[in-house]
């Protein structure tokens, strides 16, 4: 569970409705473990972890027999993709689905595992009150921030389609939030796409005004939260990971049912203002996650449509053939 993206934080069988692939027969393979039988997990995080701070998570693991060594912190979900896929990690951090098709088409060899639903959406396009910008269709002939191929990207698409805005009419400006947030602030963009967390703070900081909502604006869900893995590691590992992600969950179950606490403590990371705070707990962000199953197949597939559909992918993507369900 990475708080600043979305508030957010279990024997393998063969899937032939979907043809996903089998992990029976290799889950007690060791990728990484140590002469007394202990196995190493490297789990990416970003700038606030719940999961990570708080300790509960990690000693879950480790009375499992599961260290845990963490990696990071990361701003978003595509570098820790990369470092899954370069094999200084094990586990993506649970963000974004769009990064994670994008750079399944682009060759990395990486496997989904885990996927997440949120109520309320609260990712927005925002924009600052002098800037004369009070709806989307404001947007024509200005420049927004948006990571590439990601979130920020698909939800201005989606902005601009409902409201009959020329894409090619608006700027897009391709920056990672700690690039985005400065920019946003000095008017150097004139509106941002972007996530809860860097979403509330420009609001309390910049006075931003939201313009668009993904949960008022969208009736379905696009982009949902997602784990992967290495294919490799999938097929030696499936006992451990089926452990992660249920501490995983069970650490989005506690913060769902106690925000303020949560908040509390990824405040001690983030040192967000008591204003932040405050909108963040107000939200109540409800998360659930999963390991891949028969609707996370067909979530994941239905969303990553939309976007290849809307050009925000690269090209079409089956996501069975990049999925293993535990």
Same mark, same amino acid.
């Given at each position: 569970?990475?708080?600043?993206?979305?508030?957010?934080?279990?024997?393998?069988?063969?899937?032939?409705?979907?043809?996903?692939?089998?992990?029976?027969?290799?889950?007690?393979?060791?990728?990484?473990?140590?002469?007394?039988?202990?196995?190493?997990?490297?789990?990416?995080?970003?700038?606030?972890?719940?999961?990570?701070?708080?300790?509960?998570?990690?000693?879950?693991?480790?009375?499992?027999?599961?260290?845990?060594?963490?990696?990071?912190?990361?701003?978003?979900?595509?570098?820790?993709?990369?470092?899954?896929?370069?094999?200084?990690?094990?586990?993506?951090?649970?963000?974004?689905?769009?990064?994670?098709?994008?750079?399944?088409?682009?060759?990395?060899?990486?496997?989904?595992?885990?996927?997440?639903?949120?109520?309320?959406?609260?990712?927005?396009?925002?924009?600052?009150?002098?800037?004369?910008?009070?709806?989307?269709?404001?947007?024509?002939?200005?420049?927004?921030?948006?990571?590439?191929?990601?979130?920020?990207?698909?939800?201005?698409?989606?902005?601009?389609?409902?409201?009959?805005?020329?894409?090619?009419?608006?700027?897009?400006?391709?920056?990672?939030?700690?690039?985005?947030?400065?920019?946003?602030?000095?008017?150097?963009?004139?509106?941002?796409?972007?996530?809860?967390?860097?979403?509330?703070?420009?609001?309390?900081?910049?006075?931003?005004?939201?313009?668009?909502?993904?949960?008022?604006?969208?009736?379905?869900?696009?982009?949902?939260?997602?784990?992967?893995?290495?294919?490799?590691?999938?097929?030696?590992?499936?006992?451990?990971?089926?452990?992660? /992600? #249920?501490?995983? &969950? +069970?650490?989005? %179950? $506690?913060?769902? =049912?106690?925000?303020?606490?949560?908040? !509390? @403590?990824?405040? *001690?990371?983030?040192?967000?203002?008591?204003?932040?705070?405050?909108?963040?707990?107000?939200?109540?962000?409800?998360?659930?996650?999963?390991?891949?199953?028969?609707?996370? /197949? #067909?979530?994941? &597939? +239905?969303?990553? %449509? $939309?976007?290849? =559909?809307?050009?925000?992918?690269?090209? !079409? @993507?089956?996501? *069975?053939?990049?999925?293993?369900?535990?």
């Amino acid at each position: 569970m990475t708080l600043s993206r979305r508030k957010i934080l279990g024997a393998a069988l063969a899937l032939p409705a979907f043809g996903l692939p089998s992990l029976a027969a290799c889950g007690n393979e060791a990728a990484a473990s140590d002469s007394g039988g202990r196995k190493k997990v490297r789990l990416t995080y970003g700038a606030i972890s719940v999961p990570k701070t708080r300790g509960v998570f990690e000693k879950t693991l480790n009375d499992q027999g599961i260290d845990v060594e963490w990696v990071g912190p990361f701003p978003n979900h595509a570098p820790t993709l990369q470092a899954v896929a370069t094999n200084t990690a094990d586990f993506s951090f649970g963000g974004s689905s769009t990064p994670a098709d994008q750079a399944l088409l682009s060759g990395n060899k990486l496997v989904f595992v885990g996927w997440s639903k949120s109520t309320p959406r609260t990712s927005s396009i925002i924009a600052l009150p002098n800037s004369g910008i009070t709806g989307v269709k404001d947007l024509a002939g200005k420049k927004v921030a948006v990571n590439k191929a990601g979130l920020g990207e698909f939800l201005l698409v989606a902005a601009l389609e409902k409201y009959n805005v020329p894409r090619d009419s608006v700027t897009f400006t391709y920056l990672n939030p700690p690039d985005a947030a400065p920019a946003f602030g000095a008017g150097k963009v004139d509106a941002w796409s972007i996530w809860s967390g860097p979403l509330e703070l420009a609001e309390v900081q910049y006075g931003a005004k939201r313009i668009f909502v993904d949960g008022d604006e969208l009736d379905k869900q696009i982009d949902f939260g997602s784990y992967l893995v290495r294919e490799d590691y999938a097929k030696k590992e499936a006992d451990t990971i089926r452990k992660v /992600i #249920a501490a995983y &969950q +069970a650490e989005q %179950d $506690w913060a769902n =049912a106690n925000p303020a606490e949560a908040q !509390k @403590i990824g405040n *001690a990371v983030s040192k967000y203002p008591q204003g932040v705070v405050d909108k963040l707990v107000a939200e109540n962000v409800q998360v659930t996650w999963s390991l891949i199953d028969d609707d996370g /197949i #067909a979530q994941l &597939q +239905a969303g990553a %449509d $939309w976007l290849s =559909a809307h050009k925000v992918l690269s090209d !079409k @993507i089956n996501i *069975a053939d990049h999925a293993v369900r535990l």
